[in-house]
């Protein structure tokens, strides 16, 4: 699969505070997958986006696709101590279904 | 999820040995995947299976084989473990039914000395 690449790679947040990880490709995506992965845990889908410009939301998680489909990012609002953990964006490639992750986005709150 | 199950949850070895990895899955997917994670690295997919009688590599198969015995079995092995090979390994089911979302075992802890 093609490569995605993630930015930031470490997020050290305020509690209460927002953010947002970026998630980059180089060439057209047909979709995109974030998970999300807890320390010591695995990882877990959260959501696929399809559509070029496609806005999700999950509560104070807001997914969105660019319009050219070669990026994606995911914002989070108010965050809680329970955001804590790794974002991986990944590339699910073609019609061999294979995911290939980005680097991941590892988020660390302050209370 | 419980639904994918893993062993051994950790496991220690020395160089040279040979290590293999269980995974088992109940949800009836045809699809199975191993991938290692490194800090750092995300993760790297290691080999994949559509059915039982397909395997195919993934990004960094090398010094890696693995086994399809059943629909719900995939196991994977390391022939002759190296200090390198030191990782935390998933394995993961999909269905195209389900947009191709991966579910993930809880993972293996290989240390090899």
């Known amino acids: 699969g093609q490569q995605v690449m993630q930015i930031p790679q470490y997020q050290h947040v305020q509690e209460g505070e927002d953010f947002t990880t970026y998630c980059n490709s180089s060439?057209?995506?047909?979709?995109i997958q974030w998970y999300k992965q807890r320390p010591g845990g695995h990882p877990v889908f959260l959501i696929q986006?399809?559509?070029?410009?496609e806005v999700k939301k999950q509560k104070r998680l807001t997914f969105q696709f660019g319009e050219a489909k070669k990026n994606s990012s995911l914002h989070i609002t108010a965050t809680q101590t329970t955001d804590v953990g790794t974002y991986f964006c990944?590339?699910?490639?073609?019609?061999?279904?294979?995911?290939?992750f980005g680097a991941g986005t590892t988020v660390t709150v302050r209370a | 999820d419980a639904d994918v199950t893993q062993t051994p949850r950790n496991r220690i070895t020395k160089t040279g040995k040979r290590i293999m990895l269980e995974c088992s899955q109940t949800?009836?997917?045809?699809?199975m995947y191993w991938y290692r994670q490194d800090p750092g690295l995300g993760l790297q997919l290691i080999y994949y299976?559509?059915?039982?009688?397909?395997?195919n590599k993934g990004e960094i198969s090398d010094g890696y084989s693995v086994s399809r015995q059943a629909q719900a079995k995939f196991s994977l092995s390391l022939e002759s473990a190296i200090p390198n090979q030191t990782a935390l390994y998933f394995c993961?089911?999909?269905?195209?039914?389900?947009?191709?979302?991966?579910?993930f075992g809880p993972g293996t802890r290989l240390t090899v000395l």
């Open positions: 986006l399809v559509k070029s410009g």
């Open positions: 060439t057209t995506l047909s979709n």
């Open positions: 949800k009836g997917h045809d699809r």
């Open positions: 990944a590339d699910p490639g073609g019609h061999d279904y294979k995911l290939s």
């Open positions: 299976s559509f059915d039982v009688k397909d395997i």
């Open positions: 993961a089911t999909s269905s195209p039914e389900l947009h191709n979302e991966q579910f």
